[in-house]
């Protein structure tokens, strides 16, 4: 098993690709397993170590949202992103940013591209997400256009430059597709929220690649007890307000001597009262699928 340090050394500087010209790789790490613990026990004095060991420590720290603990550890990174999907990223405020700078240097040379197997329609229940792919001839000519367009928009780019243009006019119209770099640090649990929203299957599938390559390849080999516990009760776990458990509840009580799953008809009939008037209600949908996926509705086929 390799230690820490040699494991920050084998994953430092190594680029994983993302899209087409994408990347993100560790440039420095301060902290592992041992540093949650040890901010989380000093709080409590010697001899805890003997009644909570590391693992059962760093799971209680995580299940019960003591969050101080996991920003004692500090990571960074350098990453190649497009704009559209920096502007995401950017709004996680909790982390110091050094960007490339296109007033001082000339734009990288490079564009997010889409493949024609990878346009996307639009959700039909989500006004910010994705549906399924759209059809391949159509994909085709929307590639190829994407295509011209960058090519123009970059032709254009050194055509200012050469003509003595501020390189800081001159970006004004590159799209959006054009890659930047940026250093990004930002401590573990920070770190945790950004990956928690953005490896979530409700993000945008370009930095949802991102967050999962950032979380899989360098957070999980570096912090593998955080990790566990990350996956355990926020990635993969899932919360109950009081709306909801008052619904399962009223499902057991109306039918005390059944067994799940419960039918669609009995879930409405015990919904809340506030969601009742609603011909959609998100909140009421959001119930509904996590009483699905943990069995207790059966899901409608149809």
């Known amino acids: ?29 301060m902290g592992d397993d041992a540093a949650v613990v040890q901010a989380a026990r000093v709080s409590y004095g010697e001899g805890t170590r003997r009644v ?51 007033r001082y240097s000339v734009a990288i040379d490079s564009a997010q591209t889409t493949a024609p197997d990878e346009w996307r329609t639009q959700a039909e229940q989500n006004r910010q997400g994705s549906g399924a792919a759209l059809p391949a001839e159509v994909g085709d000519q929307l590639t190829q256009d994407e295509h011209h367009f960058q090519k123009s928009a970059r032709d254009m780019y050194h055509a200012r430059l050469e003509a003595g243009v501020a390189r800081e006019q001159a ?16 401590d573990l ?30 957070v999980k080999p570096l912090f593998p007890q955080v990790w566990e516990a990350f996956c355990d009760y926020r990635l993969e776990g899932s919360t109950l307000s009081r709306l909801e458990s008052e619904v399962i509840r009223k499902l057991v009580a109306q039918t005390p001597d059944r067994t799940p799953p419960y039918t669609l008809p009995e879930f409405m009939a015990v919904q809340d009262a506030t969601w009742r008037d609603l011909t959609r209600c998100r909140e009421r949908d959001e119930c509904l699928a996590k009483l699905q996926s943990l069995g207790l509705v059966a899901r409608e086929t149809k």
């Open 52 to 102: 909570s060991d590391d693992r059962t420590l760093i799971r209680y720290l995580m299940r019960h949202r003591h969050t101080t603990p996991f920003e004692m550890a500090e990571l960074k990174f350098l990453i190649r992103v497009p704009m559209d999907c920096w502007r995401q990223w950017i709004r996680h405020r909790t982390a110091s940013v050094n960007e490339y700078s296109t």
């Open 171 to 186: 970006r004004k119209d590159l799209p959006l597709c054009t890659y930047t770099e940026a250093y990004w640090k930002v």
């Open 1 to 29: 098993m390799p230690t820490q340090a040699e494991q920050i050394e084998q994953l430092r500087w190594h680029k994983f690709p993302v899209l087409n010209d994408g990347f993100v790789c560790l440039v420095d790490c």
């Open 189 to 218: 649990h920070n770190l945790l929220h950004f990956l928690a929203l953005r490896m979530d299957a409700h993000a945008q599938q370009e930095i949802r690649e991102y967050a999962t390559t950032v979380g899989e390849n360098i």
